[in-house]
């Protein structure tokens, strides 16, 4: 049998053999699992010999991971497509177009006839291969458009990439999972992101104690439905740098979500750990313990709503009622008083009526949300939704969000300004210089502080909040 051809090899001797190292830049859009994709690409390119670009106007390669969740996203990428389209008349660089939106057939036929000049398209389940879409663009000047999905078995995590690739120094994400099995009827990620597959627990522990090792303090593990983790696994090869060792590794047995918080929990340097997102209809009871317990996991859930409409919510396929996630808040609040619930919500969905919408209010007035990502519909073909006649008016969907914002806004505010005069625990984030900070308190709340020390990311120092506003609270240490 051939060999497979090493590109990544081909590609460091090359980068090594040359006097002037070629240089990469690569924007990110969308969601958090693409900002780790990125990295990962990132890390995988370091490693290679090319070096990071200033910005994109320089570099030699620019990679754009797009998203596609609403069409504003992919508007967005077009937009500064063409601004690329103008440079790529004026100088000449590598343009690699990949992520959730080229996963959609009609994108790939789009970029392929109208944006001539992009010169790799690539997907969500093969951007492992981007050293060899790289190298057969490089050597034959070819343009390259593939979105396969590629071997079953093949495990899209890059693990042997190094671990300094992390925009922050302190935190990291970690996916413990990939793709969706919800249909949620409006949502595209099923379809760009594949079926949902859990990476082994031993691989995801791995990778922590790796990154606590190399001075990271916080870990967001991800997935689009964490609580569901451990359903079905991927077969991966695990790398033990601590011996050396790397194997096949598939479990046997299926790890639940606040069995994996445990393990995460004893992982030494890990000061705290968040996740996202957590899907409603599968938050366990076990879960709740874990997040009351666990000292290390801290006490915020990010749990969509989408609506608070029963009827709403059977048409997204949301399967949960309004009272299923009333009583669920409830709980959760009841088990762990400090906690925060911060949401999504999708305001204008096909069929909405003021009633419905009522409904969604009336849930923002009862669970008093710590914070919440607001959108408006947006029409995604291929999804069920998409075949909705019963659109709502633009008009009416942008006053709907607008009664929203004004709904939750204060409850935000009201929030934050709970927590003047008291002090609490803040992990250092960034400086903006002066003698200021931005972190954040265990419960997410963004805090801009003052300091007479010096300080750097990943510090805990006790903040006392003075002043508070609805996306963040001020204080001093
Ligand atoms: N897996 C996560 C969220 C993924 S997408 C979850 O289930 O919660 C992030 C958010 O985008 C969703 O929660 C939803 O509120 C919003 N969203 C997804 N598709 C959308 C669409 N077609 N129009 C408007 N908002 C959408
Ligand atoms: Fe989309 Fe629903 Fe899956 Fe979230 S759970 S990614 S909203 S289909
Ligand atoms: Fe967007 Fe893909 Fe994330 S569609 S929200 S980048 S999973």
Redesign the pocket.
Known sequence: MNQPTDYRYLLSSRNDASKKKQSFYIKTYGCQMNERDSEKMAGLLLQMGFVAAESQDDADIVIYNTCCVRESAEDKVLGHLSILRRQKTERKFILAVGGCMTQQKDMVSLLETKHKYVDIIFGTANRHRLPEFLWRVIESGERVADISEGDENEFPEITDIPVTTREFAHKAGVNIMYG?????S?????YV?GREKSRPVLDVIEEIKALAKDGVKEIMLLG??VNSYGGEWWEADVHIPATGECHKYKPEKNATFPELLKLVNEVQGIERIRFM?S?PKDFSDELIAALRDLPKVCKHVHL?L?SGSTRVLADMN?NYTKDDYISLALQLQEAIPEIAISTDIIVGYPGETEEDFADTLDVVKRIQFSGAFTFIYSKRSGTPAADRTDLIPRKTANERFDRLTSELYPIMTRKNEAKINHTFPTMVEETTGYGIYKGRINDHTLVHFRSKQELSPGDTVPVQINTAKTFYVSGTH
């Open positions: 969706c099995n919800n249909f949620c409006y949502c595209i990620v099923p992101r689009q439905n997102t899907h969509p989408q949301r």
